[in-house]
């Protein structure tokens, strides 16, 4: 089935969704709070995960009309066409299956008619093997040593999505030290390769086409300082590669059977569930890396089988689009309660921008409304000592994610609390701001009314600034991959509400060709 083909703002829904904007556009959050049951009809649990939505300039009519339009443009047929292994990303030919990946139930998914089911759980037996086999210290470097580091080649999707787990799950990694080369600043591998030791290290390559510049010239570059101490015989023990392209791989050297597949139906940002997430495996164990799959897989079928009213992932993109098209936001934050996931926002940077940042829709039209969201973000609290002010006082509106978890992972429950009590805090400044007459009895209780006249408007802070809490138990692999698949729904959603294809990205080879034509012609 293919996907419609509606451009959103000539929809029916649209039109209600334009007079119901004009009727409460003016709406405060405060107000909206003093309704009874406001949070209980506002938020959404799911196991260990909760998302409290209540905060935001809506009304249960504005939900009830973004589903409305979900439903107009569907939705619900471009989620299964998508489960399906349905061509629908078009323009590149292919099924986009990300989803598969993760998928334990015995259901086959179809490919060109062949069941791909089988091919995954191959490549995670191999995944298996290979982690338990250098973890355990059996795989030997060519001076019989065991291996000690690992360092991951890749770039994009090849490298954001691993890294950003490899770094959020540091709490469960093993004694191996993980590294990651991905820019083609030589600075970048030099600093790398000047903490490794080439007889206890390992590298691997991830590249699903095995052509990106950058892959293939760190590559080489690494390959040409291990040749300095070891020999081209013994490359088997010391480079693996992750890549569709077989030919290339085994022109660089790498021996057949230290390849892990990848797919042409798993786009590079979606990637990390595949085998090019094989670095997250070495690094905390097949086990985690497991369970971050299972967490994943949670999310899809929560996605796939809920009503779109309780429904996280269609819920935010649905919000997002209400602030997006409606009130005109251009920028989203995403602001982690916790420092492992001080990555995270550059891995959402790619995965939403490169999917939605799009000006043509799936007609080929030019497109009149806004799509893709700018989103960036840094982890609390320390983002409040940076650009927090902005967000609080300034002139735009920047709507917020707030993720946070219940539990700490060392226990430090002091800092725990103080942690969370910023989480809430930051949030209830946000939507509730702080009136000229509370600053004004503020100031006049600190005894000194010179400062009224003088200080009053500065100290205002006007409110009504959207956020969702997204709060979690805990973090571990399990949560972390709901997390991460909870993203990923909401960038196909978007794409599908907007008449946007989400999962090409023509956009990033202009400049990668100019370069060539300058490198060619210099
Ligand atoms: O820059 C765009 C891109 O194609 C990404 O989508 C992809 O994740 C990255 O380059 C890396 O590509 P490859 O895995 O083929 O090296």
């Excluded at 004009?22 to 998302?51: G, P, T």
């Excluded at 504005?62 to 439903?71: C, M, N, P, S």
């Excluded at 086990?287 to 996605?303: F, I, S």
């Excluded at 992972?409 to 942690?419: E, M, N, R």
Aim: net charge neutral; hydrophobic share 40%; charged share 25%.
């Amino acid at each position: 089935m293919a996907l419609k083909n509606i451009n959103p703002t000539t929809t029916d829904s649209w039109r209600k969704l334009t007079n119901h904007f004009n009727d409460i556009k003016n709406i405060n959050i405060k107000d909206l709070m003093k309704h009874e049951n406001r949070k209980e009809n506002f938020s959404l649990e799911f196991n260990d995960l909760e998302v409290d939505f209540s905060k935001n300039r809506i009304t249960k009519e504005t939900i009830d009309l973004l589903v409305e339009l979900a439903k107009e443009v569907g939705l619900k047929e471009a989620i299964e066409s998508q489960f399906l292994g349905e061509e629908i990303n078009v323009t590149e030919g292919r099924a986009v299956l990300h989803t598969a990946l993760r998928s334990t139930s015995d259901d086959p998914v179809y490919i060109d008619g062949k069941n791909i089911k089988p091919q995954i759980q191959s490549a995670l037996r191999k995944i298996k093997s290979f982690s338990n086999k250098v973890i355990s210290g059996k795989w030997k470097g060519y001076t019989g040593k065991s291996i000690t580091d690992i360092v991951n080649i890749g770039i994009g999707g090849s490298d954001l999505g691993p890294d950003m787990i490899v770094e959020s799950l540091q709490f469960y990694k093993n004694q191996l030290t993980t590294h990651f080369v991905s820019n083609i600043d030589g600075d970048h591998v030099s600093e790398v390769i000047k903490k490794l030791n080439p007889e206890t290290t390992l590298f691997v390559i991830v590249s699903k086409t095995f052509t990106t510049q950058e892959t293939i010239t760190n590559s080489e570059t690494i390959k040409n300082w291990f040749l300095k101490s070891a020999t081209i015989f013994d490359i088997p023990k010391h480079f693996v590669a992750v890549s569709t392209n077989l030919v290339a791989v085994d022109n660089f050297g790498i021996d057949k059977n230290n390849v892990f597949p990848m797919w042409n139906w798993v786009g590079g940002r979606f990637s990390l569930w595949s085998a090019v997430g094989l670095s997250i495996s070495l690094s905390v164990g097949f086990d985690n890396y497991k369970a971050l799959l299972e967490g994943a897989e949670e999310m899809d079928m929560h996605y796939r089988n809920e009503n779109f009213d309780k429904n996280m992932p269609v819920i935010l993109a649905l919000i997002s689009i209400w602030y997006n098209n409606f009130y005109l936001a251009e920028t989203e934050a995403v602001l982690p309660y916790s420092q492992y996931l001080k990555k995270l926002p550059d891995y959402l940077q790619q995965a939403i921008m490169e999917s939605n940042g799009k000006g043509v829709d799936r007609n080929g039209e030019t497109i009149d409304y806004q799509t893709g969201t700018i989103v960036w973000g840094s982890t609390g609290t320390n983002m409040q000592h940076a650009f927090m002010q902005l967000v609080h006082q300034g002139t735009k509106l920047i709507p917020a994610d707030f993720i946070g978890y219940k539990e700490s992972l060392y226990g430090l429950t002091d800092h725990h609390k103080k942690l969370m009590a910023n989480y809430h805090g930051q949030i209830a400044a946000l939507a509730f701001g702080k009136s000229k007459e509370e600053v004004h009895l503020e100031l006049k209780f600190s005894g000194d009314q010179d400062k009224i006249a003088k200080l009053l408007p500065f100290k205002v802070f006007e409110g009504n600034r959207p956020s969702n809490s997204i709060l979690f138990d805990k973090l571990t692999p399990h949560s972390l991959g709901k997390l991460i698949a909870l993203y990923e729904h909401k960038i196909y959603t978007q794409g599908i509400l907007w008449n946007i294809y989400s999962y090409d990205q023509f956009g990033v080879e202009l400049g990668k060709e100019l370069a060539k034509k300058l490198l060619n012609t210099h």
